[in-house]
């Protein structure tokens, strides 16, 4: 803007008349060009109230797309201390007419939830219900919620449930968040919730790393022992060692980590362990890290430097930029990868044409291994199934390998099965030795969306492009740029949680009354909600129970007044960046060369992680020689 500004006044005078730069008519200061720029965006706004205007621009997305689905509850009035009346609260749902067919496609297999942070100003979770699609993930819905309650999640995913009532996911993948996980198996009966492996492994660290858990010095120890449960193949190896785990050392010395073992994971082995998720086409998905790469995406592509504004200007941008270019993304693969697009290599089989390119890079690579390999190891058992003797000379195992059929998916005992929803290189060995191709294969898994291109994208495409057009019509970029401009105090409520395992504990102080100060820091504050967490386990009685809610309900209340809202929805601390200061000498001198930073290893957990953290940790000692004389 100031370059601009410069540029008229060059042109309004000629070099012998132009202004002094101390003028500050003509040359004004930055604050003054960022004052008039906002007071230029606070004139195009239709209201200063930010969810009027999120109403304004959804009538305009449903006048552009009339097919897509919104559900708006904006945040009500709270007449009373004592109202629990979820119909208070924020909620928005969105979901378009290509977001709907990618989720009747790939959804009813494995369908991910997760909740991102600090995309607007406010305290507001974003939701991203994401499905694994032939190409890569793609956001088949969102929404937002105020309070990140079971209630809250739970009629965000009735209303895409009532969208879509032939959605019924075969499983769902999410952090092990309690109130996220009872949403789902309300809503979605039958559905089997797993936990993601990366904030399994997340959590493990964290607990064991902490100095008052008292488990550092053995928490490679304890991690292996959880990793040979987690990674157990069957039912009778996930339980012995659970009970080599049990009867160890450790488990015995550590009574703390044996009864946060017992209370948190132990009870749930059925959504961490890997032997209770073999039933399923991908085998190899057990991280959220699509989703994650979603929200990475959205937040520092497409919200950079714009996570302090609305919300109706981050559902914009979310809406009207972010999801049609991940669509088209998906669009654009699926079309490069069909035969008309271009010619097919002669090299490959028939029956990888007009494959998705990631199946069709993963079976070359393998067939190209098979070239020169002997192939008389293969013995027909059945029409479906065949024993496949080990190319390795070095061994004699013998694999036994199932083309599925209609009912059942194929399998083959070979490690590298679990690694990749492809078929292994065994399956190929078959098809060369046995003259098959992909038909030989079970409908169930010969038909799965996840093997074919997407032939609907043409027309999906197109809708995309038209409506994104007219979002950026420039009479709507006011509204793209809304920012709030007034606060309001509001108390929000307590959100019931009606489910029967709540349990209570009694009000006994369990900090020294010598140890309570005048202050206290919120990291305290946070221990001390642990372990009235970890004590609630201890509580069987209702009286108590009732206490607690009471208790707790009181302190939210109490706390939720102290916080700074607007229109009754919390807003996010404004932290000011660090500031430099000037030392304390100002004499000229020489500063130091600036070196090269290390490369920081955080959030990454895992068996990779621990074998790359200890071969950076290499201390080199030396002794001291004496030399006597």
Known sequence: MRRLLDAYVHMEFNSLNLPQKANKHFFPRNETIANHMQKARNNLRRSMIDQECLRDKINEWKIYCPDAKIHFRPKGKIYSDNDLNLENSLLFVYQDVWQQKLLYRYGNELAFLDATYRTTRYALPLFFLVVKTNIDYQVVAIFVCENETTEAITKALMCIKEWNPLFQPRFFMTDYSNEEINA??????????FICDFHREQAWERWLSKTINGCCLVKDQV?????????????DICQKAVQGLQESQVWKIHQKLAEYLTNTWLPIQKRWVFAYRQDRLLLNVNTNNGTERQHQSFKYSFLEKRKNSSITAMLSICIEEFLPHKFDIN???????????????????????????????????????????????????????????????????????????????????????????????????????????????GSLYRNSPYFSLDLLTDENSHATSVVCQDFFHPNNVGIQNNVVGHETQLSIPLEPQPFPNVLGMNFKSTIAPNKIQSSHSIITCRELLSEITHMSYLCNSQKNVDLLFEGLYKMKTDLVKSITSENGILLRPDNKPDTWSKTEINSTRLCHLPIRRKRKMTKRVGVKYDVYKAATDISVVTKKSFFTF
């Open 184 to 193: 789902l198996e309300y809503v979605f009966p039958g559905c089997k919730v």
């Open 223 to 235: 991690k292996k022992m959880l990793r040979d449960i987690a990674h157990a193949k069957t039912e």
């Open 331 to 441: 669009c654009d693969k699926n079309k490069k990868a069909h035969s008309s697009y271009r010619k097919y290599n002669a090299k490959i089989p028939p029956y990888l044409i007009d494959r998705p390119r990631p199946l069709v890079k993963h079976s070359m690579h393998l067939i190209d291994t098979l070239k020169g390999l002997d192939l008389q190891g293969i013995n027909a058992v059945t029409d479906k199934i065949y024993n496949v003797a080990s190319f390795d000379s070095n061994s004699r195992e013998i694999y036994k390998c199932y083309l599925g059929d209609d009912k059942h998916l194929p399998s083959c005992s070979c490690p590298a099965w679990f690694s990749s929803p492809y078929p292994c290189k065994h399956f190929f060995a078959i098809f060369i030795k046995e003259n098959l191709s992909w038909s030989a294969f």
